[in-house]
Nanobody
Framework: QVQLVESGGGLVQPGGSLRLSCVAS????????MGWFRQAPGKEREFVAA????????RYGDFVKGRFTISRDNVKSIVHLQMNSLKTEDAAVYYC??????????????????WGKGTLITVSS
């Protein structure tokens, strides 16, 4: 049974930073692209970032603009999302995702094979 368990969410002030982590189990981690999506209230779930199986190839949503960094540790089966310069519009539930195709994952939800349950980020002063 595949499990993706997120951690690291919480309340942060605008301009602050957070680091999300996702521990994966039940899958061959290095064979899957890993990513993050987010969903704000009343909005559709959207792509945030993805990293290829070897940790070399990355891609980000247009709104990221250099503020976030995704990375993975294939020994520990963990993927991180370092988020800096957070804005109020970054507030959302952030979901960890795993998929067999990096390219397909970056194009949308249909490229995700497994989802975590999500972790809430609130950005407020």
């Amino acid at each position: 049974q595949v499990q993706l368990v997120e951690s690291g969410g919480g309340l942060v002030q605008p301009g602050g930073s957070l680091r999300l982590s996702c521990v994966a189990s039940g899958l061959t981690f290095r064979n899957h692209a890993m990513g993050w999506f987010r969903q704000a209230p009343g909005k559709e779930r959207e792509f945030v970032a993805a990293v290829g199986g070897q940790g070399i190839t990355t891609r980000y949503g247009d709104f990221v603009k250099g503020r976030f960094t995704i990375s993975r540790d294939n020994v520990k089966s963990i993927v991180h999302l370092q988020m800096n310069s957070l804005k109020t519009e970054d507030a959302a539930v952030y979901y960890c995702a795993a998929g067999r195709s990096f390219g397909t994952m970056t194009r949308g939800l249909s490229g995700v094979d497994y989802w975590g349950k999500g972790t809430l980020i609130t950005v407020s002063s």
